[in-house]
């Protein structure tokens, strides 16, 4: 598949609380949204899928970062700016920044740390827990993980992620 050529626009950064963001043009956020559920089949009443949340990569005055439109109510999308691309494209509330998204079809999985693995795989439970867990919450629990390189310290999280994921089993499980 050849790739598809990037959406441009000007858009005004917005602030809501703490979070920084742009909205997103109905048009090209359509178009990203066809994209998407183009490559990603029918679903089972023969109808296209509307995706939720759209990955892309997304370009902010020449700086790049992966991130996702996310939905902003009425059928519209906006896309988050956190603050390393915000410096990066030295912009923030209030400024005009030149955006270009394209869809990102690369896989947003990170790799189990080999420690984390091993911990996880001698409590069988745990482990089917983990597998059980959406992308999201399985990447926040291996960056947490991963964020302390001392072993002492990866041992305590190694157990801490056990409970958890054990506790999460067995609420799953009951009535």
Do not use: C
């Not at 742009?22 to 178009?31: G, K, L, Q, S």
């Amino acid at each position: 598949m050849s790739p598809r050529k990037a959406e441009r626009f000007l858009a005004t950064i917005y602030r809501i609380w703490m979070m920084r963001h742009v909205d997103v043009p109905d048009e090209i956020a359509r178009r990203l949204q066809k994209q998407m559920s183009d490559g990603d089949g029918a679903s089972k009443r023969g109808k296209r899928a509307k995706p939720k949340y759209i990955p892309v990569v997304a370009i902010v005055n020449g700086k790049s970062a992966r991130t996702t439109l996310v939905p902003a109510g009425a059928g519209r999308y906006r896309m988050q700016i956190n603050t390393a691309l915000r410096k990066a494209a030295r912009a923030d509330v209030g400024d005009v920044v030149s955006v270009e998204l394209r869809l990102d079809r690369e896989s947003r999985e990170l790799a189990v740390p080999a420690d984390l693995r091993a911990g996880l795989k001698r409590h069988p439970k745990a482990w089917k827990a983990f597998e059980a867990l959406g992308p999201g919450h399985r990447r926040h629990i291996i960056q947490w993980f991963d964020s302390t390189k001392s072993a002492a310290a990866r041992e305590r999280r190694l157990d801490r992620a056990v409970d958890h994921l054990l506790e999460r089993a067995l609420l799953r499980k009951s009535p």
